[in-house]
T-cell receptor, first 111, second 114 residues
């Protein structure tokens, strides 16, 4: 079992819809979780992180964490074509010095 | 403030050739990382350096060596390149090991081994 798993997609949603991206992790001791966005041919950039159970909102983005079920999700409200990218889930381990990344979910937002 | 820089941006090698990928950061970060990214595989950690003077293996270290030259620079060396090392290589840095620090990524090096 991989440390971090994501559905590779592609996930296609119409413009204005809610996109839901999911990530599961295997280490019950994991404490914080990061979502990165990566446009084609570019490097990853941080969208948001979460370390408490429940929801964390930042603009159109909401991260949801459920430690009991070992999953973290990212919701994108009012999806825009500019949100079309690959979204990577990352989990730090070993005193936060080492990270495992999921394989990423490709999101397509259709105008 | 350039952030994280990588050289070269593109490279083509023949099997068996060697090369060094260079990475530098100007954010006074303690930790630095080398990842490779293959289609459908996400980012896989090759080596990392939690602080100046230390290096540790990641998930896929075979065929690579690293040097943390100083706090700013972290290089990745391929001693004898193989086609399986064709990939996009990203260097990243972060301040230190804490629960809410983000990694900053360089622009990547696209390496093809023929």
């Amino acid at each position: 079992q991989k440390e971090v798993e994501q559905n590779s997609g592609p996930l296609s949603v119409p413009e204005g819809a809610i996109a839901s991206l999911n990530c599961t992790y295997s280490d019950r001791g994991s404490q914080s979780f990061f979502w990165y966005r990566q446009y084609s041919g570019k490097s990853p950039e941080l969208i948001m992180f979460i370390y408490s159970n429940g929801d964390k909102e930042d603009g159109r983005f909401t991260a949801q964490l459920n430690k009991a079920s070992q999953y973290v999700s990212l919701l994108i409200r009012d999806s825009q074509p500019s949100d079309s990218a690959t979204y990577l889930c990352a989990v730090p381990i070993y005193n936060f010095n080492k990270f495992y990344f999921g394989s990423g979910t490709k999101l397509n937002v259709k105008p | 403030n350039a952030g994280v820089t990588q050289t070269p941006k593109f490279q083509v090698l023949k099997t068996g050739q060697s090369m060094t990928l260079q990475c530098a950061q100007d954010m006074n970060h303690n930790s630095m990382y080398w990842y490779r990214q293959d289609p459908g595989m996400g980012l896989r950690l090759i080596y990392y350096s939690a602080s100046e003077g230390t290096t540790d293996k990641g998930e896929v270290p075979n065929g690579y060596n690293v040097s943390r030259l100083n706090k700013r620079e972290f290089s990745l060396r391929l001693e004898s390149a193989a086609p399986s090392q064709t990939s996009v290589y990203f260097c990243a840095s972060m301040v230190a090991g804490s629960s809410n620090e983000e990694q900053y990524f360089g622009p990547g090096t696209r390496l093809t081994v023929t």
